[in-house]
Nanobody
Framework: QVQLVESGGGLVQAGGSLRLSCAAS????????MGWFRQAPGKEREFVAA????????DYLDSVKERFTISRDNAKNTVYLQMNSLKPEDTAVYYC?????????????????WGQGTQVTVSS
C-alpha cells in the first residue's frame, strides 16, 4: 500500500512559480514510477509529467516542457513538480500518482495509487 499526500498548491500570478510536493508512505516508494496529472473544471484528467523509479527517466506533456521539472528524492519518499512561467491554462487540481510497474506511463489506469489533489490557480 502507498499513501500519497500533495502540498504546495496555491494562487499565483501568470509568470510565477510553484513547487508541488508529494510525500509517500510505504517502504516500496523507490520501486514505483511517479506521475503528476491535472484536471481542470469540465475537462478530463491529463498527464503532466512522470519520473521512473530511479529518477533517471522523465517525460512531460508537450505544453509544459521547458517550464516544469519533475524530480524525486527516494531517501525522503517524495516527488516534486517545479512549475515555472505558469500560465492561466495551467489552472487545475494537480494529482500525484504511483505506478507499481516502475516505468513511465501516460495512462491514468496504470497508476494504482492517487493523492487527494492540490489546487493550482494562475491568475492573468
Amino acid at each position: 500500500q502507498v499513501q500519497l499526500v500533495e502540498s504546495g498548491g496555491g494562487l499565483v500570478q501568470a509568470g510565477g512559480s510553484l513547487r508541488l510536493s508529494c510525500a509517500a508512505s510505504g517502504r516500496t516508494f523507490s520501486s514505483y514510477a511517479m506521475g503528476w496529472f491535472r484536471q481542470a473544471p469540465g475537462k478530463e484528467r491529463e498527464f503532466v509529467a512522470a519520473v521512473n523509479w530511479s529518477g533517471e527517466g522523465t517525460d512531460y506533456l508537450d505544453s509544459v516542457k521547458e517550464r516544469f521539472t519533475i524530480s524525486r528524492d527516494n531517501a525522503k519518499n517524495t516527488v516534486y513538480l517545479q512549475m515555472n512561467s505558469l500560465k492561466p491554462e495551467d489552472t487545475a487540481v494537480y494529482y500525484c500518482a504511483a505506478n507499481a510497474y516502475g516505468s513511465i506511463s501516460y495512462l491514468p489506469a496504470e497508476y494504482g495509487y492517487w493523492g487527494q489533489g492540490t489546487q493550482v490557480t494562475v491568475s492573468s
